[in-house]
């Protein structure tokens, strides 16, 4: 037995056939591959990013990319921000069954209307915070853009501010860092917030005059926003009466097809025309709309123009598209511009009771601005006269606000401001009455002039409570 | 490299390296003396045996504990026999079994037990392999006498089951090896001395058997051996992880499959076929009855919320591509934008041909799966092909023919026909008496005048279901030698479906298009699928051998969105009048779905999968307590896939023409090696080393590619045509882990431990190595001294078994980081197009895998001489860290944005049942019964901190308004169905009909059932008649408990007794409103009579004039009856392609079949 075992076992050759084993074992381990090679850690998914491709000047740059077309989207993109509070006021109406809630103001709590915008406007917070951190590390010398960025995620806060309820969260997503669910903020506090995102943009983008401007602007209409007119108009003294700052739009042939930027504006019915099957501009011009609507088509005004003869869609009504936007999608819609600078410094003259300087200054526009005007009309304007009395100032002064600003944004925050700050009853400015639905059914306007925060947001945020309060 | 794999290293050398010295310490005090038997080593080839010394031989060197004072030799024999569990063939002619002997040792080896108790016995002891055989002592040699002359033995061995001869079977007389049977099981043996011999057959994978026979004076005697496979005991061989081991070591169950017998009677097309109904704890469920569909598999129900659910897959010790139930089973081509219909295809597991497979073993869970690794938590499939064995070349050809047909017939519809009043149009006119052509326009009342029953499925002219067809022939062939056996099967199957082109509608092509169908339109439903496998095994001297497997399948299947139009069609109503086709829409009123529906008969998908698989197994002892096993293995699939639609549809998508192109390839790649050692210990103990490590690597690259606008008559993409889509899909994912399995035996106790490390790809991040633990204990009560001896005559064995181990999931490579998307070419506005990136995802640093425990236990009894098995498993499966992609709040990062986080625990606690009853059991009359009986019970037991519960699957996408879906939420099952329930109805304004308003919904959504069967349930029998000449088996399936939506009940509401008969009660019209789902889903119970086979061996001498040396024939059904309280076709095809909702959207049922096999050996 001895002699079996050590013939079997303890030959040298049987050992250097297991240290041989052995060391081939070792080799793979430890000699040429480390685990991440092992375990083929450095491939990544096609159209996915390694992160430290973007730690680099030129990866800086396409975040701030990423932030802009981003907001562009936010902004007057489809479901944006210039559409969704064009159907709240009373610049647009719903021509089928889209934002019919939003149009007809009954908007309760725990569903998801309007959630598109909602979600397009925190995603350029949340872009643009990341592109601020790049540009930051990776690319020095970018002040001017960083403080563009933080304009736009400022901007997107005054958006959120004139549309969604009291209470919105501001969640944070922090650069390289986690992200940190906040509790609901009120209307003011967003106000305040985006105003001090302003600050920085100011100081940061003082070498570029452009985003300076836009800075500005922002914080002057802010300032109108929490009633401190004068305060407005100082920031924008010195922004000229040509400044414009412009968000571009492609015609549908530029589209990226297969990709989500889709780079047309709101009002594009150019793919409807040509393929009656797809997606299709649900919208039309208001006229009156709910009373208290203005008169946008009916008042012949060349800054609102119109055209019709799309069609019907459910609610069996004409469908009017805004002239100024190219139904192919492209063009530009006016973010700031010297004629909103023009207009706050009239606002913050009417408030000083300076009615000659007030009415100077609209009719300064009137004379001067109407060069402006898309689709191109013959000017100027014809002079305004003092109606007399200070309510009729104020609404003389919104009413050219609305057809100067007209389809930009701008028309949800003064309905809300007239509400908070001019004393008006919501029923004295946003549409009411009889309602007509699709399909012939009717039914009345509801009592809502924000949009509550969607239910997706409370579902998943455990720091959220919902709405302080509405219509505040 | 690290210092925690240089410790590895050093562990695994210590680990291997120690035992060895002990050993020789133990073994040179381990000699017995030879007091009375020899003991002899077979020696095979016809040669005699030669002696041995009994401590050379482990078989010997077993361990027992006996105290037999004064008993007969027969109940020595057969302690030392169970407690070595020890396979001893002796005959009562050899052998005085009445004898009394005396026997009383400690830890003695089974050698000196042999030699105390067979001191005065006169047999010696011959070892063959694992077998001992007692043997007469040979006779002196006879006496020179001129009048006697020798006689001849000669004989034929055969199967019992198949009547096949038994190749290289030992014939042995008076304990000495004589012969070897030829490739025709015979063998004859001369030069026999007149007188009483004793002849013993040995050959492995059978029972072992002698019989006595007198040969005369110059006599030719003829012995004849039916040998029977050796039946699934404690002493089987079972594949782990570690290599093979003796089923009795291991502390958990497993499901061993042999594939032969059940190929030979029983209806199977693939492994899919081979697993359902034979594995307790599994389930089976189908996407549809097209050929080639896969099936979903869900071993002890479903653990996690978010990762694949599906079990990996072993073969040959290397692991293969096994996504069932991922979007990426769907057909590569039909997944994109083109809004085209979702096409199964055929599973990866079913690449693997079923006739090369020589077992499969399913293990169900982390407490056997723990060394598999991270992603073994879903159990695991091991697949053993076949190698062959040692003889001359054996052909087997089998060839199969059979149809197909759909069961049972579609229920026929009742339609009131009637006209508008407005235009006196022909419309239906429901009992509410409103009509409309658009959901749009409103209420238009219409005036009913005749009740139509209508079925176009049942309709010959009309339907699109047929009888289809199968034919498969698999050619094998197998033997070798003592260093070299081999394998090689080549198989091909080819089916065409049930669905075909009614005559109605080629007409009506012809006529729109003044074209002629093409020939696929005719039959669109087609799979064929071939491949050819080999396996080697060759021997490298004295202390290695090395297997060879190599796979190469060919799959290509075809089919149609006719098919997936049948839950339409049976709801609809052809006015061939006009050729309109109408659907009811809700409430009643109708739509003319032609458009549609037509274009959807013209959609063609097909998808190609070329499957290439190469495995390389090294086994090498460098001494003789040690083995070392290394495996690598590739396998390759490479998928061409495509949908296609024709010009010339009705709908603007379908008028240009469109074609889906997707090419896909998938790569396994796996490296294994690992170390067994066996150690003994003083006091009877036994200590057992596995350790080693293994890498698997799994990428999958796919292109997909959306054009339109192609040219009349072209079916590829062109330059004229349209890009529409392109996108590539790219997933690269590897683990690595390194495994220690310590475990000790101490006679009838076996203690098994292990402990793996685990790594997963994780892009950019380095994380700690997850643990995963596993414990077994395996204990042979039955052996002990203590157990009642009047149990003994009933109790064969009695094991009793626990196991507890943990398993996981990785996480996906990149879950960990924030990621970014690239957007190339985006314009500003700015001139050119600019480059710009956005935040993909936001990642989560804190990752983990996810982790599955389990701890399983029962017992396994054979009583009454191995008539009865009884086998009885309890389990509670418990998945923490359950990986969740989780929403992350619109106020971060807008809306669609996802974290992955370990939040949740998901629990599944049941038991399996294996009764197996051998009633009869004769040469004439076998009968045996075998029935599996699982119950399963899901529950999610917790979501953590901040996470709602969910829908996974909704029937909306507003939240606000979801009616039913399938959700996620604590103490309910996973993937449960919820619907908002009909609270109640009652005709209000007592006009005898109902209408929306009078039915009252519920605000909130309430649990309406799981999604899984709670029980499952097979039962199988058999007869064996005239020695296996003639044998029937039929086989049952059972389910209860899973609730599925019924298409059928919710299409069908509109044209019910209920909403057209004046009639009919409230009761019966409510279905018609329930628009939650809630009353169209139920709790499905079913018994399915699943397979019935008859089978006959052609005699030998027939079967010879033919060619063969073997025949068999068979007449095999499936799917032939089936009782259910389900309303619809079939409640067992149910499953999505991807996900883990059950819904039976009207699609193909499970077909009906009958074939007839032939089987020849050659």
């Not at chain 1, 990319?65 to 489809?78: D, E, P």
């Amino acid at each position: 037995m001895r002699e079996y075992m050590d013939r079997r076992g303890s030959g040298p050759r049987a050992k250097v056939a297991i240290a041989s084993a052995l060391a081939a074992l070792g080799l793979l381990l430890g000699t040429g591959c480390s685990m991440d090679d092992l375990l083929g850690t450095e491939t990544l998914p096609p159209d996915i990013l390694d992160p430290a491709v973007a730690k680099t000047p030129k990866g800086a740059l396409a975040a701030y990319n990423g932030a802009l077309v981003h907001f562009r989207n936010a902004f007057g993109g489809y479901e944006g921000f210039v559409e969704a509070s064009g159907v709240l006021s009373d610049e647009l109406e719903q021509a089928g069954t889209n934002l019919e809630r939003v149009d007809t103001r009954v908007i309760p709590e725990g569903e998801n209307t309007a959630s598109s915008v909602y979600s397009k406007l925190h995603r350029v917070r949340g872009q643009t915070a990341q592109a601020i951190g790049l540009l930051k590390d990776y690319a020095p010398g970018s002040d001017d853009l960083i403080g563009h960025l933080y304009a736009l995620q400022a901007y997107s806060e005054i958006f959120l501010a004139d549309l969604f309820c009291s209470g919105i969260p501001l969640s944070t997503l922090d650069y390289e860092g986690n992200f940190t669910y906040k509790p609901g903020s009120t209307t003011q506090q967003v106000y305040e917030h985006a105003f001090a995102l302003l600050d920085t943009a100011v100081s940061l983008a003082k070498d570029s005059v452009q985003f300076a401007q836009l800075a500005r602007l922002g914080k002057a209409r802010v300032l109108l926003a929490l009633g401190r007119y004068q305060e407005a108009a100082s920031e924008v003294a010195a922004v000229p009466d040509d400044y414009s700052y412009e968000v571009r739009y492609a015609a549908n042939a530029a589209r990226i097809k297969g990709q989500f930027d889709d780079p047309q504006h709101f009002a594009t019915i150019e793919s409807y025309r040509s393929n009656p099957g797809s997606w299709k501009w649900y919208f039309t011009v208001a006229d009156r709309e709910g009373t208290n609507g203005l008169d946008y088509i009916s008042s012949g005004d060349p800054r609102t123009q119109v055209s019709s003869g799309w069609g019907n869609h459910q609610r069996e009504r004409t469908i009017y598209h805004p002239s100024k936007y190219p139904v192919d999608g492209s063009g530009t819609i006016v973010l700031a511009s010297g004629i909103e600078a023009r207009l706050i410094e009239a606002e913050a003259a009417l408030d000083a009771g300076d009615v000659d300087l007030w009415l100077e200054k609209l009719n300064h526009l009137r004379r001067t601005a109407w060069t402006s005007i898309r689709p191109a009309t013959t000017g100027p304007l014809p002079d305004l006269t003092d109606p007399g009395s200070r309510d009729a100032r104020i609404d003389l002064l919104f009413r050219e606000r609305a057809f100067w600003l007209f389809l930009t944004g701008q028309r949800q925050g003064d309905l809300r401001r007239l509400v908070r700050n001019y004393g008006r009853s919501q029923d004295q400015v946003y549409p009411i009455g009889l309602y007509v639905q699709a399909r012939g059914a009717t039914t009345t306007y509801g009592s809502d002039i924000d949009v509550p925060v969607p239910v997706s947001e409370q579902l998943t945020n455990p720091n959220y409570t919902g709405c302080f309060g509405r219509g505040v | 490299m690290s210092r925690r794999f240089r410790w590895m290293l050093l562990s695994l050398a210590v680990f291997i390296l120690l035992p060895g010295g002990v050993l020789r310490a133990q073994a040179e005090s381990a000699v017995p003396e030879d007091a009375g038997p020899q003991f002899l080593l077979a020696s095979g080839q016809g040669r005699a045996p030669v002696q041995v010394e009994p401590g050379r031989l482990p078989v010997l060197n077993k361990r027992v504990t006996i105290d037999l004072p004064d008993t007969t030799l027969d109940a020595a024999l057969g302690e030392i026999s169970k407690q070595a569990a020890l396979r001893l063939v002796y005959s009562a002619s050899v052998v005085p079994l009445k004898s009394r002997v005396s026997l009383k040792g400690s830890d003695i080896t089974v050698a000196s037990a042999l030699t105390e108790v067979l001191r005065h016995a006169h047999v010696d002891v011959v070892v063959h392999g694992s077998q001992v055989v007692l043997v007469k002592k040979p006779t002196q040699p006879a006496r020179d006498d001129a009048q006697q002359k020798p006689g001849i033995i000669v004989g034929r061995v055969t199967e019992a089951e198949s009547g096949t001869p038994v190749v290289g079977a030992q014939v042995m007389v008076d304990g000495v090896g004589r012969a070897i049977t030829d490739a025709g099981g015979r063998y004859r043996i001369t030069g026999i001395a007149p007188g009483k011999h004793v002849v013993g057959i040995i050959s492995i994978g059978y029972r072992g058997t002698v019989r006595e026979v007198e040969v005369g004076d110059g006599e030719t005697v003829t012995v004849d051996f039916v040998l029977e496979a050796a039946p699934t005991q404690l002493s089987e061989l079972v594949v782990t992880a570690a290599g093979e081991q003796r089923r009795i070591e291991l502390g958990h169950d497993v499901t061993v499959i042999r594939v032969d017998s059940i190929m030979a009677t029983a209806p199977v097309t693939s492994v899919t076929d081979l697993l359902e109904g034979r594995v307790p704890g599994l389930v089976v469920q189908r996407t549809s009855g097209a050929p080639g569909d896969p099936a979903r598999l869900r071993l002890r129900g479903v653990s996690s919320p978010m990762m694949s659910n599906d079990p990996i897959i072993i073969v040959d010790g290397i692991r293969v591509y096994s996504e069932l139930s991922t979007a990426r089973a769907a057909n590569l081509g039909g997944t994109g934008g083109t809004g085209g219909s979702t096409y199964a295809t055929p599973s990866p597991l079913d690449y693997i041909d079923p006739y090369s497979i020589e077992a499969i073993q399913v293990v169900r869970g982390p407490s056997a799966a723990t060394m598999y690794g991270q992603d073994a938590a879903n159990g695991v499939i091991i697949i053993t092909t076949k190698r062959g064995r040692p003889g001359p070349p054996s052909w087997r050809t089998t060839v199969e023919r059979g149809f197909t047909e759909t069961p049972g017939r579609y229920p026929d519809l009742h339609l009131r026909m009637g006209r508008l009043l407005t235009d006196d149009s022909r419309v239906f006119c429901p009992l509410n008496n409103w009509a409309g052509g658009d959901i749009f326009i409103g209420k238009v009342p219409c005036q009913a005048d005749t009740v139509v029953t209508y079925q176009m499925l049942n309709d010959p002219e009309l339907t699109v279901l047929d009888r289809g067809e199968r034919t498969a022939v698999s050619v094998g062939v197998s033997g070798g030698s003592s260093t070299l056996t081999y394998n090689i099967t080549g198989t091909y199957m080819d089916e065409v479906g049930t669905i075909k082109l009614p005559r109605y509608e080629i007409m009506r092509y012809r006529a729109e298009r003044g074209i002629e169908p093409a020939s696929w339109m005719l039959r669109p439903q087609n799979h064929t699928i071939w491949g050819v496998t080999l396996g080697a095994m060759a021997n490298l001297g004295r202390s290695a051998d090395l297997s060879l497997t190599t796979q190469l399948t060919r799959s290509q299947q075809q089919r149609s969105a006719l098919e997936q139009q049948l839950g339409t069609l049976m709801s609809t109503y052809l006015d061939r009048a006009t050729g309109t086709y109408y659907e009811a829409s809700s409430y009643g009123r109708i739509q003319d779905v032609s458009g549609e529906l037509l274009d959807r008969f013209y959609e063609r998908a097909t998808s190609n999968a070329t499957h290439f698989k190469q495995g390389l197994a090294l086994n090498w002892r460098p001494r003789e307590w040690v083995t070392i096993t290394s495996n690598v293995g590739l396998q390759v699939v490479s998928r061409a896939d495509e949908v296609y639609s024709p010009p010339g549809g009705h709908d603007w998508r379908y008028q240009d023409g469109r074609l889906g192109v997707g090419k896909g390839q998938s790569v396994e790649s796996s490296f294994k090696v690992h170390a067994t050692s066996q150690l003994p210990l003083p006091g009877g103990f036994m200590f057992k080393l596995n350790t080693g490590v293994d890498f698997s690597n799994t990428r999958e690259d796919d292109l997909h590619l959306d054009v339109r606008k192609l040219p009349e008559g072209m079916e590829t993409v062109t330059a004229a045509a349209e890009v529409y889509y392109k996108r590539q899909h790219y997933s690269d994912r590897s683990t690595f882990g390194w495994f220690v399995e310590p475990g000790i035996n101490h006679r009838r106790l076996w203690i098994s431990s292990g402990l793996r490390l685990d790594g997963g790809s994780n892009f950019g991040s380095r994380v700690k190595l997850p643990r995963f633990p596993k414990l077994s204990v395996s204990y042979l009560l039955s052996d002990e001294p203590f157990f009642p001896e009047r149990l003994q005559t009933v109790v064969g064995s009695l094991r009793l078994r626990a196991a507890y181990g943990h398993a996981g999931r990785q996480p996906g490579p990149t879950d960990r980081l924030r990621l970014y998307d690239a957007r190339t070419q985006i314009w500003l506005g700015e001139g050119t197009a600019i480059d710009a990136i956005q935040l993909r995802s936001v990642g989560n640093s804190d990752v983990r895998p996810e982790r599955t425990k389990e701890f399983e236990a029962g017992f396994d009894a054979d009583l009454f001489d191995d008539r009865v098995k009884l086998g009885v498993t309890g389990y509670r499966k418990t998945t923490v860290d359950a990986l969740l992609s989780v929403d992350v709040a619109p106020s971060v990062y807008g809306s669609g944005v996802k974290t992955m986080m370990n939040i949740g625990v998901v629990r599944n606690t049941g038991f399996e049942l294996e009764f197996g009853v051998e009633p009869i059991r004769s040469d004439l009359v076998t009968w045996y019964t075998r029935t599996q009986l699982s119950h399963n019970r899901n529950i999610v037991v917790e979501l953590g901190p901040g996470v709602e519960p969910f829908f996974p699957e909704v029937n909306t996408t507003n939240p606000a308004s979801i009616t039913s879906g399938i959700r996620v939420a604590p103490g309910y099952p996973l993937f449960g169905r919820w619907a908002k329930p009909v609270l109640g109805y009652a005709d209000a304004n007592g006009d005898g009909v109902l209408d929306p308003s009078e039915v009252v919904l519920g605000d909130t959504l309430v649990y309406v059932g799981g999604t899984l069967p709670n029980y499952t349930a097979s039962i199988s029998t058999g007869v064996s008649l005239f020695r296996g000449t003639l044998a029937i088996d039929m086989g049952f399936q059972y389910e209860s408990g899973m609730t599925q939506v019924n298409e059928m009940s919710r299409r069908l509401a509109p044209f019910s007794r209920g909403w057209n008969d004046p009639t009919a009660s409230l009761s019966e019209q409510v279905a018609v409103f329930d628009l939650t789902e809630f009353t169209w889903v139920q709790t499905v119970n079913s018994l399915r009579f699943h397979s019935l086979s008859i089978s006959y061996q052609v005699p030998i001498r027939i079967a010879n004039r033919l060619g063969a040396r073997a025949l068999a024939l068979s007449v095999q059904g499936s799917n032939l009856g089936l009782w259910t309280n389900y309303r619809g076709m079939d409640p067992n095809v149910n499953a999505r392609v991807s996900g883990n909702d059950v819904r039976d959207t009207g699609v193909l049922p499970t077909p009906r079949v009958w074939q007839v096999r032939l089987t020849a050996t050659h």
